[in-house]
C-alpha cells in the first residue's frame, strides 16, 4: 500500500474574475516520482482536478464559470493533449487533422473566455473551440493571392467578444502580434 502526501501548491498560472486560482500542485506517492497535477484554488479550498494518477497536467486559463484548460499527457496516450474541466469531470479536446505526410498527435489548450470558448495548438495549426466544433484558425483565415500568408503561429488570449491575439507571419516580414477578430456571416436580404 502506498501513501499519498500532497504538497502545497507550487506555481500559479491564471486567475478568472472570482478569485478562483489555477496552477500546479505536486503529488508524490510512497517516496516515488512525482506527479505535477492542475489544481483549482477557491472558496478557501485547493483541489487537485486532475484524478489519473499516473498523468501530468498543465492548466493555462480559468473562466468565471470555473471552467478549467490546459495540457496533459501521460503513457497511455500517444502525445500531449489539450483538456477542459468543467464541473468536476476531465476531458480531452479532439484534435486537428495533421499536414499531409506527417503523423502528428498533440495539442495544448492556450486560454478561455467567459463563454467557453478555447484557444490552443493541436498538430501544427493553431484552433478554437467553440460550440463543440474545433475551428483550424489557419483555414479558417483570408488569406493573400497566393495563398499562404498570413499565418498564425501562436495564440495566446481569447477575450469575450471572441477576438483572439496571437503572433501571425506574413511573410517576409517576419512574425507580428496580431488580433483575430471573428466575423460573422452576412444573412442574405430578400
Known amino acids: 500500500m502506498s501513501i499519498v502526501k500532497r504538497l502545497s501548491a507550487r506555481t500559479a498560472y491564471a486567475i478568472n474574475d472570482l478569485g478562483d486560482v489555477v496552477g500546479l500542485i505536486e503529488t508524490v506517492r510512497g517516496g516515488g516520482p512525482q506527479n505535477d497535477h492542475a489544481f483549482l ?12 494518477t499516473d498523468s501530468v497536467s498543465i492548466p ?3 473562466n468565471r ?11 497511455g496516450w500517444p502525445g500531449q493533449r489539450a483538456f477542459l474541466w ?3 469531470v476531465f476531458s480531452l479536446l479532439p484534435l486537428l487533422e495533421p499536414p499531409a505526410g506527417y503523423d502528428l498527435h498533440y495539442s495544448g489548450a492556450a486560454a478561455i473566455n467567459n463563454h467557453g470558448e478555447i484557444i490552443g495548438e493541436s498538430n501544427a495549426s493553431m484552433f478554437v473551440y467553440r460550440n ?3 475551428i483550424d484558425l489557419n483555414r479558417a483565415i483570408e488569406k493573400d493571392s497566393g495563398g499562404i500568408w498570413p499565418s498564425i503561429w501562436r495564440v495566446s488570449a481569447i477575450n469575450d467578444a471572441g477576438q483572439i491575439a496571437g503572433t501571425c507571419y506574413f ?9 483575430l477578430t471573428p466575423v460573422l456571416p452576412t444573412s442574405s436580404q430578400p
Not at 41 to 52: A, H, Q, V
Not at 65 to 75: D, E, H, L, S, Y
Not at 171 to 179: I, P, T
Request: proline share 0%; charged share 20%; glycine share 20%.
Open 132 to 134: 463543440g466544433a474545433l
Open 65 to 75: 464559470a470555473r471552467q478549467i484548460v490546459g495540457v496533459a499527457w501521460t503513457n
Open 86 to 88: 468543467e464541473n468536476g
Open 41 to 52: 484554488f477557491s472558496d478557501n479550498s485547493l483541489r487537485d482536478i486532475d484524478g489519473n
Open 60 to 62: 493555462t486559463g480559468i
Open 171 to 179: 511573410g517576409g516580414d517576419g512574425a507580428r502580434a496580431c488580433l
